[in-house]
């Protein structure tokens, strides 16, 4: 008996790659990807003639705050509400040397934030917030003042002046176990 020689049928894959390239689209397209964001701080630019500030006797341009792992709010050793945060951040940085117990001016205060290792992160972006805001009604206020306008208002000059004014100096210091 005779064999039959047939070969066997290939499979025609010519349009493979175009498939594989569409489900590669389908996916890029339908996968979502979570990016973490943080807090958007801008770091000082580093002036090869500007000297290190001497913190030393400058006590009183220091406003510590302290988040504890509890996420209780201490500040200046004293415990406060997350609600009067942005009063006495505003108190402290526009003394303008009036109140010997607060800071000299704007332009020297210095808030210096500690968190501990146990602070929740929604405690810490409510700091973060209210001391931001301090800053921005203290921004905001200067600008009407000066020039009857809110300070996002203000033509880029005007806002770099203003921001020369009060400059946004918070220290985060690494978090604590206290």
């Known amino acids: 008996m005779a064999r039959n020689k047939r070969s066997t049928p290939e499979i025609n894959a010519g349009s493979m790659a175009d498939i594989a390239f569409l489900l590669l689209i389908f996916f890029l397209v339908t996968t979502t990807m979570d ?3 943080g807090i958007a701080r801008k770091l000082p630019v580093l002036d090869d003639t500007q000297q290190p500030e001497d913190m ?8 510590e705050v302290y988040v504890n792992k509890t996420d ?9 509400d997350i ?7 505003k108190e402290f940085l526009n003394n303008h040397g009036k109140n010997p117990a607060l800071s000299d ?7 210096s934030l500690v968190n501990s290792r146990g602070t929740s992160y929604e405690m810490y972006i409510a700091v973060q917030n209210e001391l931001t805001a301090a800053y921005n009604e203290l921004r905001d206020d200067e600008a009407i003042r000066k020039y009857s306008l809110n300070y996002t208002e203000l033509p880029k000059d005007k806002q770099k002046e203003i921001r020369k004014m009060y400059p946004m100096k918070i220290s985060e210091a690494p978090p604590g176990e206290f």
């Open 83 to 89: 609600e009067d945060l942005r009063n006495g951040a």
């Open 35 to 37: 990016v973490d964001t």
């Open 72 to 80: 209780k709010l201490l500040v200046e050793d004293e415990e406060m």
């Open 105 to 111: 001016s704007p332009d020297k205060a210095i808030i």
């Open 56 to 63: 030393q006797g400058n006590a009183r341009n220091i406003y």
